[in-house]
């Protein structure tokens, strides 16, 4: 079942399109605690890493962890008026190739719109003038189109569903042909699935 926002909510999703790796959580106080205890239960036994440099069960304990929370692709710059994303120049989802998406409205960002910007491996890979990351491709769309497409995706979407179970809710019955809704209470609590919210901003 679908949740909904709060109305006049402002959502955040400048980062919607990067790496899983952007959306690791900071760490709380009681996981610093439990990531002390472990680093301290282990031994002071030395591995060899490259060539003869050896390292600890903790400082190779902190490189793993470095590992699954670092940035694979490099920080986004951001455009006025446009949602910019790093698109894969080759990919087996239809969905998700560089002809797909402008088809829909994106374009790829040039190099002299966004000249302070460097990749460490930036190039112009199979677009020339573009930029780019290995093989990445950055594109951008226009925020009034990232508004509509993620209004339809997470907000217009997700309430017809509801409003689908709170009518498929309210016809059933049970055996007897009794309608399985029992009281007003319950039927306050079914009909907030198809009540009416006040669109969400989201921010590209």
């Not at 080759?90 to 190099?111: A, F, L, M, P, W």
């Not at 199979?126 to 509509?148: A, F, R």
Request: glycine share 4%; net charge negative; hydrophobic share 30%.
């Amino acid at each position: 079942m679908a949740n909904h926002k709060k109305p006049n909510q402002k959502f955040d999703r400048k980062h919607s399109d990067r790496t899983e790796s952007e959306f690791v959580p900071a760490h709380t106080e009681a996981e610093h605690d439990i990531s002390a205890k472990v680093e301290g239960s282990l031994s002071s036994q030395d591995y060899p890493v490259q060539g003869d440099a050896t390292m600890s069960d903790a400082e190779l304990l902190r490189r793993y962890r470095v590992s699954l929370t670092s940035n694979i692709l490099p920080t986004i710059p951001s455009i006025d008026g446009f949602h910019v994303c790093w698109v894969p120049m080759n990919s087996n989802n239809i969905y998700d190739t560089v002809d797909y998406r402008r088809g829909i409205g994106y374009s790829v960002v040039k190099q002299e719109e966004i000249p302070a910007f460097q990749s460490p491996s930036n190039r112009s890979g199979q677009i020339e003038g573009c930029v780019s990351h290995n093989e990445m491709i950055l594109m951008k769309l226009p925020s009034k189109l990232y508004q509509m497409y993620s209004l339809d995706t997470h907000h217009s979407q997700p309430n017809e569903q509801e409003r689908t179970i709170q009518q498929n809710i309210v016809q059933m019955q049970d055996n007897e042909g009794n309608s399985i809704v029992r009281d007003s209470a319950e039927m306050t609590g079914i009909n907030r699935l198809a009540r009416k919210t006040k669109d969400p901003v989201f921010q590209p």
